[in-house]
């Protein structure tokens, strides 16, 4: 099961900013949160993660709460290429292999338009 | 500077027939994991290898199913004697190691049993 929630769906203006929630109240202390997107049912695209600290890449900004239970993807200027499925995972750990495996919820279907 | 590389995009198998998809990891990983997407889910988890060995395949069905991650060339899933309901998506990613590190998605490989 997916530790994170996710609402089913939002909608953003083009060229405005998408602020995409996630709850993670489970959350390990050495569990990273990870964000991917899924348009129109390619591969899932990896968009970023981080551990505690706030992060940004030429994609989008992560933003962590303080107590890590949860998070905003942002979107700075959302284009309609941006329409996607987002997907918000924290790695769960295997007790057996120490691996990391990604679980999918349902994710979130933001739909830009213009 | 290829990505993750899945072939074939579209296979189509009648009942009893077997299924062999192939994942061309991005170069310089070792580390591959395929998932499966049914129709309006979320990914699953399947199975997770590096050359010649299988870490976990706690997603993978017990019967009829199999992977390998030879020393040269592609991974493979194989689905034995396919039914309808093995009709999904079936996703592979690569990352250099299994440490913390994103996993890369590649297309897909679409599969339809009829």
């Known amino acids: 099961d997916a530790k994170t929630t996710q609402p089913p769906s939002m909608d953003c203006a083009e060229g405005r900013a998408a602020n995409l929630p996630c709850n993670h109240s489970?959350?390990?202390?050495?569990?990273?949160v990870y964000w991917y997107r899924q348009i129109h049912s390619q591969g899932p695209q990896y968009i970023i993660h981080?551990?505690?600290n706030n992060e940004t890449n030429e994609m989008a900004s992560l933003i962590i709460t303080e107590d890590r239970k949860s998070s905003t993807l942002i979107l700075p200027h959302a284009t309609l290429r941006d329409t996607a499925v987002y997907y918000c995972?924290?790695?769960?750990?295997?007790?057996?292999?120490?691996?990391?495996?990604?679980?999918f919820g349902t994710g979130t279907r933001l739909l830009v338009s213009p | 500077n290829a990505g993750v590389m899945q072939n074939p995009r579209h296979l189509v198998r009648r009942r009893g027939q077997e299924a062999r998809l192939r994942c061309s990891p991005m170069?310089?990983?070792?580390?591959v994991y395929w998932y499966r997407q049914l129709p309006e889910e979320g990914l699953k988890f399947m199975v997770y290898?590096?050359?010649?060995?299988?870490?976990?395949e706690s997603g993978m069905p017990k019967e009829r199913f199999s992977a390998e991650f030879p020393k040269e060339g592609p991974s493979i899933l194989r689905i034995q004697q396919v039914v309808r309901g093995d009709s999904a998506a079936y996703f592979c990613?690569?990352?250099?190691?299994?440490?913390?590190?994103?996993?890369?998605f590649g297309p897909g490989t679409r599969l339809l049993v009829l």
């Open positions: 990613a690569s990352s250099p190691s299994w440490i913390q590190e994103t996993q890369y």
């Open positions: 489970t959350i390990s202390g050495n569990e990273y």
């Open positions: 981080g551990l505690k």
């Open positions: 995972i924290v790695r769960v750990g295997s007790m057996n292999t120490g691996f990391q495996k990604l679980v």
């Open positions: 170069k310089g990983h070792s580390h």
């Open positions: 290898l590096q050359k010649e060995n299988i870490i976990d």
